[in-house]
């Protein structure tokens, strides 16, 4: 997708600093655009933009004082390389898209636009004269500019402790931008990058669509892409159908059967209306599956984060609306999780602690623990 033709100017860009900073401590992250959702994790092809010894966590949800961190901070030693995570061109260079005037004072931090639309932003760059912490350098590669054309991979910089970061250990902040303008949560592309395999990913409804959006009936004989991610779903469901090859064979059948004979619906070895119905609602629940490990933190009103989040994203699949799902335990998930308490009959302190795991997991048909 293209990106925009217009990007907002410097006044409009603090300005929408500040109104996702204030949204974020009111409890009211941005939603999103057509893509992703804000925070969404996603699998982007790129390069991994440190190039040196380097440790990094999910972080996106972390709070910061009043708002969320909406990034990956990637610890690493001061002067380490930063390079390019995909081709583009530097929208800029400390906050100026002016290659006249890079804002020395403000050293030092890049945005750069990828070619697909995508944006990556480094923060933190060393400002530093090496073994010490003066704030007198350029932690910038020579030549890079706003309007610099760069390749993935390409040096542009080096890790530091620039701006807000003086005083706390060496790192890059590194953001993740969609075509949209929405900042999604770069933490499974970075381990993609990294390492060549994405991190553990449910099995959810968008990776069935062709099963899900398909109207055959699905039985003995039948082969294709539908009939693999049929097999895919009722694997990831604890239901074995032998290998995932797209070809409906006894021991899919059987899986099959057994499938719909747990889920109380007609037991006949096909997958048709009901059985897709029913698939989708387990795919759906499955992706929640390591949030309801009986193992997880306890989560009380005021928490933040991550957790959170997919408790919230728990609970509204399970018909209780704690609002958005922004990471913030608030009021609306209090009462989600009370409401849920309630209903199924167990003690009622808005918290969400083993037990209230364990009957999250049941009400959804899921087995809770880690992918």
């Not at 204030?22 to 941005?30: C, D």
């Not at 006949?268 to 009986?294: C, H, K, W």
Request: include cysteine; proline fraction near 7%; aromatic fraction near 6%.
């Amino acid at each position: 997708m293209s990106k925009p033709n217009m990007r907002p100017g410097l006044l409009a860009v603090a300005l929408m600093v500040l109104f996702s900073s204030v949204t974020a401590a009111l409890g009211h992250a941005p939603s999103g655009g057509t893509l992703h959702q804000w925070g969404e994790k996603v699998d982007y092809d790129m390069v991994f933009p440190v190039q040196g010894t380097n440790h990094y966590s999910p972080g996106f949800w972390s709070p910061r004082g009043q708002y969320v961190h909406h990034a990956t901070d990637i610890m690493a030693a001061k002067m380490i390389p930063v390079v390019a995570a995909a081709d583009g061109v530097i929208y800029s260079v400390n906050w100026s898209t002016n290659p006249k005037d890079l804002r020395p004072a403000s050293c030092c931090n890049l945005i750069l636009d990828h070619d697909d639309g995508w944006q990556t932003k480094y923060y933190h760059l060393n400002n530093d004269t090496p073994g010490t912490d003066d704030g007198k350098a350029w932690g910038i590669a020579p030549g890079i500019l706003p309007g610099t054309r760069v390749s993935a991979g390409q040096v542009i910089g080096w890790v530091g402790d620039s701006t807000n970061a003086e005083g706390t250990s060496p790192h890059l902040h590194f953001e993740l931008v969609d075509p949209e303008g929405t900042i999604v949560d770069a933490y499974n592309s970075l381990k993609k990058a990294e390492t060549g395999v994405a991190p553990c990913s449910p099995f959810g409804p968008a990776n069935a669509t062709e099963l899900l959006n398909g109207t055959r009936l699905l039985k003995i004989g039948v082969r294709g892409e539908d009939v693999r991610q049929l097999q895919q779903a009722l694997k990831a469901g604890g239901y074995d159908p032998g290998g995932v090859d797209g070809v409906f064979g006894a021991r899919t059948a059987a899986a099959v059967r057994t499938f719909q004979q747990a889920r109380g619906i007609a037991v006949d070895g096909v997958v048709g209306p009901a059985s897709r119905q029913t698939i989708a609602a387990m795919l759906e629940a499955n992706q929640y599956a390591a949030a309801l490990s009986p193992t997880g933190p306890i989560l009380r009103p005021g928490d933040r984060g991550e957790a959170v989040r997919q408790i919230q994203a728990v609970l509204k699949t399970a018909g209780h609306d704690p609002g958005p799902a922004d990471g913030v335990y608030g009021t609306r998930t209090v009462a989600a999780v009370e409401g849920f308490q309630r209903a199924a009959g167990l003690t009622v302190d808005g918290k969400v602690g083993p037990v209230t795991r364990r009957a999250l997991a049941a009400a959804l048909g899921v087995a809770g623990g880690a992918c």
